[in-house]
T-cell receptor, first 113, second 112 residues
Framework: GEDVEQSLFLSVREGDSSVINCTYTDSSSTYLYWYKQEPGAGLQLLTYIFSNMDMKQDQRLTVLLNKKDKHLSLRIADTQTGDSAIYFCAESMIKAAGNKLTFGGGTRVLVKP | NAGVTQTPKFRVLKTGQSMTLLCAQDMNHEYMYWYRQDPGMGLRLIHYSVGEGTTAKGEVPDGYNVSRLKKQNFLLGLESAAPSQTSVYFC???????????FGPGTRLLVL
């Protein structure tokens, strides 16, 4: 079955690193995504990782994938107040038609000055 | 290049009323999707389309209908709105299967 879970809330001080965790259940996932949603806005794609990779780095963002444990994490270095948002992880699987994403419930990140 | 746009941004309906949400994309994407977002539940797929003239059911299709008469537009219809359909609706599009989905800004719907 398809199930993606995230912790609800994370509080972090400005300048520290943030780590947002996600677990998924479907081992046939092909891509795993991180999206950011700011208040009143749509979802913005931050980064994604293919399932045969362990790590991907993109500027302040580092994605780690542990396929054995079905665990995905997003690390934000030098967290800024502008990073306050809800972060969603999502998995996609090869289907006969459509690229259907399954989303986690989102982690609300609050950055304190 | 506007990306994915949605109209309206916000709407209030009475129970039993009907309405259509419009999604438009100017990226020539084949795939389009409608999601709803409810607190603590992430996004759930309502319907999707893999090309002009085709639609398919997602995870929570009941109470909704869709049409994809033109490649750039994907319409979501509520024939008889219910309070349980109060939600934020997001449209997304992707170029092909397994490609990144790009999201619109959302439509906030309140059904009284």
């Amino acid at each position: 079955g398809e199930d993606v879970e995230q912790s609800l809330f994370l509080s972090v001080r400005e300048g520290d690193s943030s780590v947002i965790n996600c677990t998924y259940t479907d081992s046939s996932s092909t891509y795993l995504y991180w999206y950011k949603q700011e208040p009143g806005a749509g979802l913005q794609l931050l980064t994604y990782i293919f399932s045969n990779m362990d790590m991907k780095q993109d500027q302040r963002l580092t994605v780690l994938l542990n396929k054995k444990d079905k665990h995905l994490s997003l690390r934000i270095a030098d967290t800024q107040t502008g990073d306050s948002a809800i972060y969603f992880c999502a998995e996609s699987m090869i289907k006969a038609a459509g690229n259907k994403l399954t989303f986690g419930g989102g982690t609300r990140v609050l950055v304190k000055p | 290049n506007a990306g994915v746009t949605q109209t309206p941004k916000f709407r209030v309906l009475k129970t039993g009323q009907s309405m259509t949400l419009l999604c438009a994309q100017d990226m020539n994407h084949e795939y389009m999707y409608w999601y709803r977002q409810d607190p603590g539940m992430g996004l759930r797929l309502i319907h999707y389309s893999v090309g002009e003239g085709t639609t398919a059911k997602g995870e929570v299709p009941d109470g909704y209908n869709v049409s994809r008469l033109k490649k750039q537009n994907f319409l979501l219809g509520l024939e008889s709105a219910a309070p349980s359909q109060t939600s934020v609706y997001f449209c997304a599009s992707s170029r092909h299967n397994q490609e990144t989905q790009y999201f619109g800004p959302g439509t906030r719907l309140l059904v009284l």
